[in-house]
């Protein structure tokens, strides 16, 4: 008998050990078994390796950004060389606007273009010669202005009109043989082309406007047919290289005074006139010195 009443003390002393054990497992504040503590560790390792790997691919992605917009803009580059916006209006073609980029710097107008839209070839800074092809009748305003590295443009015999400031500060531009089609250049036409060396002027002309030529540095003669009946304010200011003004039409119009061509801004320039004409009378009256045609 007392054997068993020590069993049964036993069983009971370790029942009470079991539930002391297993209230310090879940009781607050006390310390996790090993297994648990080990899973937790696993856990926040886990946690700072996606962190890290967060950190890379940011950082990948940033330093990567650059070259994939680079790329993405050669393609848009690529595609928007081929397809210039051409459109269709009042039964005529327009060019709107050339490519951004090109492939050389040659660019031929395609076909069938009638008219060189306002601003189309504005500071492409990388073209350096133009066709224009047969059937182009106008170049509106300021349509190549800015283009620097342009040195030559085609025009076609069809060419009717030129805008104003059309080929202003087109400053490595060195010749101009427009089409016996156009009868007027317009204010500022080719301001600022201080390259420019040569102009043919076609026999039809009628009128030179405003800084037509203003600042062209490398201009050293004009020759002005007899159709020209009037040279407006400031035609040619600035054109400090130039000796020699050509005026074939005795009765023309010209604003001297108001022009810039006079002793104290183009010292240097004689005119050739026909003698004793209005135009001799005028150039002498402004301090210039004539010199006749035949001479």
Not at 36 to 41: C, F
Not at 159 to 186: H, K, M, Q, W
Request: charged share 20%.
């Amino acid at each position: 008998l007392q054997t068993e009443i020590l069993q049964t003390e036993i069983l009971q002393t370790e029942i009470l050990q079991t539930g002391i054990s297993s209230a310090s497992e879940t009781t607050p504040g006390t310390s996790l078994p090993a297994d648990a503590k080990s899973r937790a560790d696993a856990g926040k390792m886990n946690d700072e390796m996606n962190d890290g790997k967060k950190v890379v691919w940011g950082c990948l992605f940033l330093f990567l950004c650059p070259f994939f917009l680079s790329f993405i803009s050669e393609i848009v580059g690529c595609w928007a060389e081929t397809r210039p916006a051409i459109l269709s209006a009042a039964n005529e073609k327009v060019l709107n606007s050339a490519p951004k980029r090109f492939r050389s710097d040659h660019y031929e107008v395609p076909e069938g273009i009638q008219r060189i839209d306002s601003f189309a070839f504005s500071g492409r800074t990388t073209l350096k010669s133009v066709k224009l092809p047969a059937g182009t009748k106008v170049i509106d305003d300021y349509a190549f202005q800015g283009c620097t590295a342009l040195g030559s443009v085609t025009f076609p015999n069809e060419l009717r009109s030129v805008g104003r400031l059309a080929f202003e500060n087109c400053s490595s531009l060195r010749s101009v043989d427009l089409p016996a089609s156009v009868t007027i250049i317009r204010e500022g036409t080719f301001q600022g082309c201080s390259a420019l060396e040569s102009v043919t002027f076609p026999e039809n002309l009628s009128v030179v406007g405003s800084w037509a030529f203003k600042d062209c540095t490398s201009l050293r003669s004009i020759d002005l047919p007899a159709s020209v009946t009037w040279v407006a304010k400031y035609a040619f200011s600035g054109c400090t290289a130039m000796q020699t003004l050509t005026i074939r039409n005795p009765d023309a119009e010209i604003e001297f005074l108001e022009s810039g061509c006079y002793p104290y801004v183009l010292p240097n320039v004689k005119i050739r006139t026909p003698k004793r004409s209005k135009v001799w009378k005028a150039a002498e009256k402004a301090g210039y010195e004539c010199v006749p045609l035949d001479e």
